[in-house]
């Protein structure tokens, strides 16, 4: 089975191996995580029922699906999916709906057609053949903002399981991820991967439940994160604060505080503490655990058996369009 994932993170402050450090720096990345995507979540509820006009009364949810199932008494696995793509799908045509009406021209809004066909493509084409002066001729289609919003919400609530799993906020960041994932697949679809004539699961959510992750064995240089010397040697003391000028690197990442997205603009001048940054990583050996060094060295992608699918779909689908639509479903345990 081949796999493909994240082994280690770089230019980053990771937590040490063991010990108290470990648990503080895993809690304060967990809630910045977990606080991300939740803000993100929340601007996600609050645009659709603002600006789109789809009230969240009509948005399912992860829990509302759940207790619904219970409730009329659906158990198997297909009446399970048949209804809730039922009722993801009828919200998603409902959102694309009231998007395709608000943003399109007046003339086009007697009749703009709601198939769930409708690309970005066709509508960048309509709007085009508008003749529309050229700062309006090209909108950013609003579907693909509020799609990028979530799956990036997605991600960070998957991030902040990661770092959350031993602690006390392990079941809100769990519950906090089915709540997402469900959002992310109803309305805007997990798909199985299909490349290399092989299809891959890349299901968040079910990548997740599966609690194997990578550790590496590695040699690496510790440099300072304010003047980038090896942090054994340079001047900087790190229990002092110094005066140091913001600067994001290639990856983004502040110089500052180390995050990737952070309040800091580049030249602002802020007090930081210096913080040791891996650098020249030579990477001997790689090894599955289940509590990786670097909380996020987890896997992205897993190879499908043939088989497996074969048994799920009762055909070999030979390299059409496979849907996941585990992510809508109750949650089925950890691995
Ligand atoms: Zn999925
Ligand atoms: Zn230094
Ligand atoms: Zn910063
Ligand atoms: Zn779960």
New binding site residues.
Partial sequence: MRVSGLVIRTGVPLPPASGPVRQAMMHKDGVAALRESMRLYGQFCRSISLTWGLSLAHLPSWASTTEELHRRGLWMMNAQRDFLIHVWSRARRQLRANIEVRTLPSSWSAGPPTSDRWSHYQYTAMVRSLHLPHDTRQPTYPWHDLEAAARTSLARAVDAYNFLEDSELSELAHRHVHHVAALVGGLFGCNIEYSDDTYWDVCRLTLMHSRWGMSAGFTSTRN??????D?ET???LLDTQYEATVRHDAHGTCNACGQISCPHTDGETVSAF?RPVMSELHIHEVSLVSRPRDPLARFLKVEMSRDALLQCLGEDPSGRDICCYRCLHPCSGFD
């Fill in positions: 300072c994160s304010l003047c980038a010397q942090i340079c001047q900087h210096p």
